[in-house]
């Protein structure tokens, strides 16, 4: 059975520090792998997906992952945070066949303070 | 183009009332998904349409919860009768079919209290 581990519900960063968000997976397939991020009073907006390509995935607002299959890790990252960072940040899987729902972990909360 | 979008985006409704959850897809999508998350849990798979016919109902909590999505276009999710642990909000998303990895495309979701 798949699944997804963030590690860290909350994260507490200044602005311009490094952000790393930790996510580790489960799968007994090659996995499709995605970030998605969640402001306040949003939807859930995709930041990035990997999908067996790169093992470097680059997104939306300067964010980037790694698929890393030792580690079974896919960790986001983003050079110098910005406070419109702020949000809750979702890793989720899919087995990656074609219409497979989304497995999530349960959700990694951003601070970002000036 | 249009994206996912929910009706109602909020609801307040008494125990043992009926709701019922509006989403139209992103025009083309053959994949509809109803996801719930419940306050402080993860978000959880309810159902995946495929057209019109469901391809895994296994997330519906419990046969209070019924999904329909009648010709292939949008889709409903009523609860009745609601329950006080119903509350929470619920994400309907939607994908192109064929090619693995598509991306699943989220609405902004509606947020059900149930007092």
């Known amino acids: 059975a798949q699944s997804v581990t963030q590690l860290g519900s909350h994260v507490s960063v200044s602005e311009g520090a490094l952000v790393l968000l930790r996510c580790n997976y489960s799968s007994s397939v090659p996995p499709y792998l995605f970030w998605y991020v969640q402001y306040p009073n949003q939807g859930l907006q995709l930041l990035l997906k990997y999908t067996s390509a790169a093992t470097l995935v680059k997104g939306i607002n300067g964010f980037e992952a790694e698929f890393k299959k030792s580690e079974t890790s896919f960790h986001l990252t983003k050079p110098s945070a910005h406070m419109s960072d702020a949000a809750e940040y979702f890793c989720a899987v899919s087995e990656g066949q074609a219409g497979t729902a989304l497995i999530f972990g349960k959700g990694t909360t951003l601070s970002v303070s000036s | 183009e249009a994206g996912v979008t929910q009706f109602p985006s909020h609801s307040v409704i008494e125990k043992g009332q009926t709701v019922t959850l509006r989403c139209d897809p992103i025009?083309?999508?053959?994949?509809l998904y109803w996801y719930r998350r419940v306050m402080g849990k993860e978000i959880k798979f309810l159902l995946h349409f495929v057209k019109e016919s469901k391809q895994d109902e296994s997330g519906m909590p419990n046969n209070r919860f019924l999904a329909e999505r009648t010709g292939g276009t949008y889709s409903t999710l009523k609860v009745q009768p609601a329950e006080l642990e119903d509350s929470g909000v619920y994400f309907c998303a939607s994908s192109q079919a064929g090619s693995s990895g598509n991306t699943i495309y989220f609405g902004e979701g509606s947020w059900l209290t149930v007092v």
């Open positions: 025009s083309g999508h053959d994949n």
